[in-house]
């Protein structure tokens, strides 16, 4: 694989991705990063692999539901794999306006395999980025695997539910080469503060209510962001093509437990803060609707046939989260300040 086309490359895992394949895996060609820069795409994310990579590194400010201009971007290089992490992501956003959802991920992943068809000649693979809420909700016992029926239960997770399955009929039916990845819930640096984890450091660092949905009695598999970046990058080189593959970390945790750990971690090292016992700041509010209770996914096919496994634990991937929230005070004042819209604006108006 020479030219790599990713999409949301300046999103939370896209822009974690790039930085692992320049600066820490074996890939030597070429990325070409397509992104729309909505609200969760920040090229700050990415300013050092500008400066560092500029004969390795391409971005162009597209939209994936605008079929002229990816064309053009297929015209321009020659992309030998696509890997597709482009969509609109938050479920709170899906329940409240769910049209940018079926527009990105529904239309924008249908425009993004037509190309890759049109183009199959070249193309050596079509790597898609999904997630495991397409299956729905777990009980208290209980795992997801690669066979499971699709069950997806909010507007972001149908949305994705589709894509996966246009993804698959590319393949059965235009043997288009194509992987599929199911991963659970991400941390680390460069996520948006609207997810769980980010928005609860730097509220409780603000001295800010830490608002817990429902009973905080909710479990999510947690997986530290690189650990995914190295998933996906062993499935796009040794992945059979047609499958699928679940990620996940075996990290199963409650809400409220997760946010306590959290405000434990602050504690330690923060202990100027006047904020201490951060746990304090918890409040609980009205549940999400439609909340899923419980996701566990079942990763044994990754581990045996690709030997991948997680290798970050859920203690030291906070550690290195919070620290980093800490430390990059100007990536997050300037989302918080907006300022990072006005540089999009003034470079790509
Ligand atoms: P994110 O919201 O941080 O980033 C999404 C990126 O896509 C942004 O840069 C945004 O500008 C871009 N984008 C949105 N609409 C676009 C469009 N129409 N055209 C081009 N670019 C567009 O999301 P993320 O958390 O990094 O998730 C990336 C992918 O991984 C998604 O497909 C998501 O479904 C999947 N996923 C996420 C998680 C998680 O825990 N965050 C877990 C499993 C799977
Ligand atoms: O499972 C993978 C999915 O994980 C990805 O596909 C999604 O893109 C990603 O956003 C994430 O979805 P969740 O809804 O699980 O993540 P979120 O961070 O929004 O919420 C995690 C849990 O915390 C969930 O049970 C809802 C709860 N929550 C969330 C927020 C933002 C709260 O209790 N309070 C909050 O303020």
Known sequence: MKNILITGGSGFIGSNFIHYLLKESNFSGRIINIDKLT??????????????????????????????????????????????????????????????FIHTNIIGTFNLLELARTNQDHIELF????????????????????????????PYSASKAASDHLVRSYHKTYNLPVTISNCSNNYGPYQFPEKLIPLMVLNAVENKP???????????????????????WTIMQSGKRGETYNIGGNTEMENLPLVEMICDILDDILPENGNRPHKELITFIKDRPGHDLRYAIDFSKLQRELRWKPE?????????????????????????SGEYRTWIESHYS
């Open 39 to 100: 609200y969760a795409g920040n090229p700050e994310n990415l300013i050092s692999i500008e400066d560092e990579f500029k004969d390795r590194y391409s971005f162009f400010k597209v939209d994936i539901c605008d079929k002229e201009s990816l064309a053009n971007i297929f015209i321009k290089y020659k992309i030998d794999a696509i890997c597709h992490f482009a969509a609109e992501s938050h479920v709170d956003r899906s329940i409240a306006s769910p049209e940018a």
């Open 127 to 154: 790597h898609h980025i999904s997630t495991d809420e397409v299956f729905g909700s777990l009980g208290d016992t209980g795992i997801f695997s690669e066979d499971d029926p699709y069950r997806p239960n909010s």
């Open 210 to 232: 830490l608002p817990i949905y429902g009973n905080g009695k909710n479990v999510r598999d947690w997986l530290f962001v690189n650990d995914h970046c190295k998933a996906i």
């Open 312 to 336: 970050e634990s859920l203690t030291s991937g906070l550690q290195k989260t919070i620290k980093w929230y800490l430390d990059n005070k100007d990536w997050v004042n300037h989302i918080k």
